[in-house]
């Protein structure tokens, strides 16, 4: 079955660059998606199509995606921003979700 | 306002049967696909199942067999039917709407134990 790597944890400094990645085989060739979740909360979306941003979602998300690997970018990184990520995409008529990453802002 | 509702968790013992419902409101809920998506206290996101907008319908090979998704449009509603439960079931369940997961419900708790 298809499977998503994510790194377990990802640390960065307010106002610095997060990058967490997601690695599947040829990722590139389907569409990723990424939801961030708070503690307590449901998960929201946060990247479409690759690197698209719904409405109401700060412009210093963005996402891409080339070869086996996903990035999900968060620019000028803020304590809001500290939540679990994870990564999705179609395979074969099926979802697959990534492991999640934590986000620590610090 | 634009939402997901589910409803429907609760107890039950390894074994049993329950049904989650999902109500929608706020959008035209037959123009969407939707999935349902399950989290263990802890752990991540897995997905239980999707249904189109044809009522054609997907699982995930953990559930297959077992559970049963489906939707009433009438009623802006999506169902799962979920029979032999085990404890690994455990989890919160949500409800999303279409294939990008744009919308999320808060969620209903399934607790499989004796």
């Known amino acids: 079955s298809y499977e998503l790597t994510q790194p377990p944890s990802v640390s960065v400094s307010p106002g610095q660059t997060a990058s967490i990645t997601c690695s599947g085989d040829k990722l590139g060739d389907k569409y990723a998606c990424w939801y961030q979740q708070k503690p307590g909360q449901s998960p929201v979306l946060v990247i479409y199509l690759d690197s698209k941003r719904p409405s109401g979602i700060p412009e210093r998300f963005s996402g891409s995606n080339s070869g086996n690997t996903a990035t999900l970018t968060i620019s000028g990184t803020q304590g809001m921003d500290e939540a679990d990520y994870y990564c999705?995409?179609?395979?074969?008529?099926?979802?697959?979700f990534g492991g999640g990453t934590k986000l620590t802002v610090l | 306002e634009v939402q997901l509702v589910e409803s429907g968790g609760g107890l039950v013992q390894p074994g049993g049967s329950l049904r989650l419902s999902c109500a929608a409101s706020?959008?035209?809920?037959?123009?969407?696909?939707m999935h349902w998506v399950r989290q263990a206290t802890g752990k991540g996101l897995e997905w239980v199942s999707a249904i189109g907008t044809a009522g054609d319908t997907y699982y995930p090979g953990s559930v297959k067999g077992r559970f049963t998704i489906s939707r009433e449009n009438a009623k802006n509603s999506l169902y799962l039917q979920m029979n032999s439960l085990r404890a690994e079931d455990t989890a919160m369940y949500y409800c999303?709407?279409?294939?990008?997961?744009?919308?999320w419900g808060q969620g209903t708790l399934v607790t499989v134990s004796s």
């Open positions: 999705q995409a179609w395979d074969s008529s099926t979802v697959v």
């Open positions: 706020g959008f035209t809920f037959s123009s969407y696909d």
């Open positions: 999303a709407r279409d294939w990008s997961m744009g919308l």
